[in-house]
């Protein structure tokens, strides 16, 4: 499991990038029960559930993605990785390659708006 602590850029190993997909998945998860439990009390009748229940689907929606990216990229470092054969080549097709920039890009818009949420 050698290919787990290969830098992928600056300091961040392979390794770092798992543990950070499994450690947001834990704090979403958190979050979400917490988020639940603070809303579960707010409801009194079908009225309120039509107003509350959404904004629960939606920040779940929101974290499913954000995961989805980052294993998405996980995998695709992944490949790189395991393509050993040409030095030269991440051993990833320009369409992945395209794919990876397109999910980082949208990674960093959702990091950036969640940023601007918590403020």
Known sequence: MGSLDNVIFGKKKFSDILNEIYDNQKKKE???SGLISELKPLISDIGDATLIVPLIKEYMEIGVRNDEQLIKMATIIQRALNNSSNEDSLGITEAEKEEL???????????????????
């Open 30 to 32: 958190q979050q979400i």
């Open 101 to 119: 920039m397109a999910e980082l890009d949208k990674l960093n818009q959702n990091f950036d708006k969640e940023k601007k949420k918590d403020k």
